[in-house]
């Protein structure tokens, strides 16, 4: 695991974060808030103390997934936020700061406004990993995040349909271009197994991570199945990982969570990215 602390002019609460890992995706509806926190939980149970930041501003699900909605994070040191601590990782979210029925009708600035503000004003103290939980895209976050903060490096998350796969490659794409490393893929909802039969069947199409992780040179993390308990264990506040931690859902997040760390292993603080644009 990498000592060295992440240097940044940009928030005093970043300085004692060593790495820096997004978790992104092209576009929504694919799992990758339940990879998000499953991948903290994760990284926490291998005696790595762990944060997770809530970026969804649109859609924020954390506070939900660890089962702490209803709670506010406290103000220490006049205008700073103590991040809420859930199954033994520390967490931030705008989900915490207004009502969950509440619209979030904001227009690009504001919304990279509340994202900074959020990111820069939490006491997240020593970490060993921040996982920045990101929204799906590539819009203004995305762009602010890679401005503003030494990225250690990106996890893409996808499922096998053809569609999914074209929009991680934009994800991959953009990280390119703003200089900041791809850890790998991670796979969700591919194969199934029906909890009747047995019949095993490829919903979503077959092979599509693989393919695209040999396509950039780059690492396929792990595969999970298309599997009820897991949405069914977030839903209630439990992610997998802390819900069966021995069980082999939690087996894969942790095979996950281990192969980041050894990728992260040795490796030296990201120096500040700069944006290149290009007509490739």
């Avoid at 997998?240 to 969570?257: E, K, M, Q, R, T």
């Avoid at 192969?259 to 944006?275: D, F, K, N, W």
Wanted: hydrophobic residues 40%; contains cysteine.
């Amino acid at each position: 695991m990498r000592t060295e602390k992440v240097q940044t002019k940009f928030s005093p609460n970043l300085q004692e974060v060593r790495n820096i890992v997004v978790n992104a995706s092209g576009k929504g509806g694919i799992g990758k808030s339940t990879t998000a926190v499953n991948l903290a939980l994760a990284l926490a149970r291998h005696v790595a103390k762990t944060g997770l930041f809530d970026a969804a501003i649109y859609g924020p699900s954390q506070p939900m997934m660890l089962g702490v909605t209803g709670l506010r994070p406290q103000v220490v040191n006049g205008n700073q936020m103590e991040p809420i601590t859930a199954h033994g990782i520390k967490c931030n979210s705008v989900g915490f700061l207004v009502d969950e029925n509440q619209a979030m009708v904001w227009r690009g600035p504001m919304v990279v406004g509340a994202f900074n503000q959020i990111l820069n004003d939490t006491a997240w103290g020593e970490l060993d990993y921040l996982i920045i939980d990101m929204p799906p895209g590539t819009g203004d976050i995305q762009l602010s995040l890679a401005q503003s903060v030494p990225v250690t490096g990106a996890v893409i998350v996808t499922t096998p349909q053809d569609v999914a796969l074209l929009d991680a490659r934009r994800g991959i794409e953009m990280f390119k271009k703003v200089q900041v490393p791809i850890l790998g893929v991670v796979e969700n909802m591919g194969l199934h197994i029906c909890s009747e039969c047995g019949h095993q069947e490829h919903i979503f199409g077959e092979g599509g991570a693989d393919r695209i992780a040999s396509t950039y040179g780059v690492e396929l993390l792990g595969a999970l199945p298309l599997d009820g308990n897991i949405r069914a264990q977030c839903d209630a506040g439990t992610p997998a990982v802390s819900a069966d931690p021995d069980g082999a859902v939690a087996g894969i997040y942790a095979n996950i969570a281990r192969r980041v760390q050894e990728q992260l292993s040795g490796t030296t603080p990201a120096a500040m990215p700069e944006i290149s644009i290009s007509d490739d």
